[in-house]
């Protein structure tokens, strides 16, 4: 038995090592550290999401012709949200579809947002819009914690009974 867990913690050693060894040398290696501040925003650019920052966003909140989308869990929208924010939580997409409809075919930019820039809620939300049809999409990347720390208009929803 002792032999045989010897032999077993060789071949893992020597696969670790291997392992380390062929990513080293590999042009494309995985890196050991990476930072995922900007992880969402590159995701949504390579997938032709608009993206724009908080005082867009703020600028574009004071007009009329934008809808602003909280991909974020029902629960944190209720604590809090943009003023006049739609609820579009991306796992309950099927039961809102007729409303995703109405808002697509509004003529209304969407801007989808989330918590701040590392949620990806709001990018998988944005990609499920773009692949209904929703051409005029952007993606709020900063969020509502940003939002919410410099001033911008905030509401919140009442606890249901």
Known sequence: MGTTLKRIGIILLVSGMLALVANLVHPRRIPWVQSWSNHVEAKARKAEIRVIPFSVALQKFQTSEVVFM???PAGEFEAGHISGAV????QSLEEQ???IGNLINSGKELVVYC????CDDSLVLATELKAMGAENLTLYIDGFEVWQKYGGATASSPAGP
């Open 70 to 72: 909280d991909a974020r």
């Open 87 to 90: 609820s579009m939580p991306f």
């Open 97 to 99: 579809f007729p409303m």
């Open 115 to 118: 918590s701040n820039r590392e």
